[in-house]
């Protein structure tokens, strides 16, 4: 018996079935020596890029920012740090890009600015009251003499969410918002002067050529009326919540999107805006992708799912079913900056809530990392099969574990301070890549600098070692990427088999069939309908291909 078909939405814009790249810029390839990847650095490697056989890249931020929270606290939304170039370089990177027919997408950041944003100097400057306190959340605090915070919000990154400033005449002023790092102040969005400037940002890099936005903590733009008390449940996931929560998912953002769909609309081409909303159901992300709104959003709940038959059957036909009711196609991602890297998380076997993190002292036992490599090459395996988008994050294509090993000293995310290193947060997962064995900092930079310590063991990931074994994941994902658009799968359309067994995935979308094993016991295919595996099949004398547990096929259907 087979079940209804999921449709993929329809339509004949690129992102609709386009695999989007993560680029971390500064941990990507350093071109000028000094430890931090650059757009140098990543123009020099476009080649590499263009045989991945990527559609499209977007950049973590390279915006001018003290880099409190590695670039996303930016000072200057219109300049690139001189930490990764110029805007020149900019330029240049994107015309390599284009030169390949790989898309840019530009990381931008609405919800706060870096409290060294000429903005904020000034609303610290003009004290209570003033207009240029208006684009930010400034409010007198509570107590007797305002000693107490506003309310009681807690930052994402540990601590209270507000910080007192000290006025012009040194005397203890008025307390701001940062729903993240006290770097971060959070601008007021009901204030016309924010919107009008974050138009004038689209279009200046729309000008330059990008072909859209990922827009970062997309749900947190508009806070609710008269910010109430909050006290997020002890177990909750900081970024989203499974209750209305004052700062997330608030109706008031999406007029926000309905006004830069216009602004995109404005341009050439399909330029594309993509939400980073973790909200807590599928139907909730779907509001975030309305027609008239932005275009996709990211799958946070596909991500998260459990590396099951069952959970990975309900996760993907939700996906389906939300995206597909509003129009637009499903996203899929199993690792980003911000989250322990899919190679080692699919092994963990203990709680670990998103921006934890895994360190030397995490308790439960290592993830077994052979064990993990191998679930990530099928989970990728079986995520490329899907009809929709999806997004993959540097290094994982030569499939990087996360580094757990960091020294504290060498850590750099805020979360770890602003927890006392209680959660080791996101630096395992941002280690600059291996390129080559034998170079200094493996390729990564001239120098041999990395910003982040690289373990010895990333030497047998290096991309050149992995471009001549066949067996690599680099090739894994090679092959992926050109099979995935041989057979139309972006654009086609899901059908589930039914396999009879709890511990077996089939599903069908154009001509290829996608088996997933996740039993003890080996399943037999015939060979002759392979057309990729996640790992090396043995073949029997009766042509029969092994397809042993955590390993995903392709079949012609
Ligand atoms: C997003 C980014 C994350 C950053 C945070 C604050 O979640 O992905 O890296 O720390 O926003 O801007």
Redesign the pocket.
């Known amino acids: 018996m087979s079940t209804s078909p999921e449709h993929a939405a329809t339509g004949s814009e690129w992102w609709r079935t386009a695999v989007i790249y993560q680029i971390y810029p500064r941990s990507f390839a350093d071109a000028s020596g000094d430890g931090i990847g650059d757009l140098p650095g990543i123009e020099s490697r476009m080649d590499a890029l263009a045989q991945l056989g990527v559609d499209a890249l977007w950049l973590?931020p390279f915006m001018v920012s003290p880099q409190r929270?590695?670039g996303?606290?930016v000072a200057d939304y219109r300049d690139v740090d001189p930490l990764f170039g110029s805007l020149a370089d900019f330029d240049a990177m994107l015309a390599a890009a284009h030169e390949r027919g790989i898309k840019l997408i530009v990381d931008l950041?609405p919800?706060?600015s870096s409290s060294d944003h000429a903005w904020f100097q000034a609303a610290l400057a003009a004290g209570p009251g003033s207009i240029e306190r208006a684009r930010y959340i400034f409010r007198d605090g509570k107590g007797e003499n305002g000693e107490l915070p506003p309310n009681n919000w807690e930052s994402?990154?540990g601590g209270r969410a507000w910080t007192r400033v000290t006025e012009a005449d040194g005397t203890p002023g008025q307390w701001y918002l940062h729903i993240?790092d006290s770097s971060?102040p959070d601008f007021d969005w009901s204030n016309e002067e924010v919107r009008e400037e974050f138009r004038s940002v689209l279009r200046f890099w729309l000008d330059r050529g990008a072909d859209g936005f990922r827009v970062?903590?997309a749900h947190g733009l508009v806070k609710a009326e008269g910010l109430p008390d909050y006290t997020p449940p002890a177990d909750g996931d900081s970024?989203g919540g499974h209750e209305p929560v004052p700062y997330w998912g608030q109706e008031g953002v999406h007029e926000i999107y309905r006004d830069w769909h216009n602004v995109l609309a404005e341009y050439e081409g399909d330029r594309v805006l993509c939400a980073?909303a973790?909200l807590p159901t599928l139907d909730e992300t779907a509001l975030w992708v309305r027609s008239d709104e932005m275009h996709q959003a990211f799958n946070f709940l596909y991500m998260y799912a459990g590396w099951n038959a069952d959970a990975q059957r309900e996760v993907i036909t939700e996906s389906l079913r939300a995206f597909n009711s509003v129009g637009a196609p499903s996203t899929w991602v199993l690792s980003?900056?911000?989250v322990v890297r899919h190679a080692t998380r699919l092994a963990v076997e203990f709680e670990n809530a998103q921006g934890a993190g895994i360190g030397p002292n995490t308790p439960g036992p290592r993830p077994d990392a052979a064990l993990g490599l191998r679930r990530a090459r099928a989970a990728t395996t079986l995520m490329l099969a899907l009809p929709g988008s999806a997004y993959l994050y540097q290094g994982e294509e030569l499939g990087l574990p996360e580094v757990i090993d960091l020294p504290d000293e060498a850590r750099q995310d805020?979360s770890f301070f602003r927890t006392n290193g209680e959660r080791y947060g996101?630096d395992g997962c941002r280690v600059p890549i291996p390129w080559e064995p034998d170079a200094p900092a493996f390729g990564f930079s001239t120098t041999g600098e990395s910003w982040l310590p690289q373990p010895p063991e990333f030497v047998e990931y290096a991309r050149s070692v992995e471009e001549k074994d066949d067996a690599s994941t680099l090739e894994l994902y090679k092959n992926l990427l050109t099979e995935r658009r041989a057979h139309g799968l972006g654009s086609g359309t899901l059908t589930w088999k039914e396999t009879g067994s709890a511990t077996l995935l089939s599903l069908t979308n154009a001509d290829v069939e996608v088996v997933v094993n996740f039993g003890a016991d080996e399943l037999l295919v015939d060979a002759a309908r392979v057309i990729l595996s996640s790992e090396p099949l043995l073949v029997t004398a009766e042509n029969q291909a092994k397809v042993p547990t955590d390993v995903t096929v392709w079949l012609h259907a």
């Open positions: 973590s929270d590695a996303y606290d950041v919800n706060h994402v990154f993240f971060q970062d903590v970024m980073e973790w980003n900056h911000d805020p996101r």
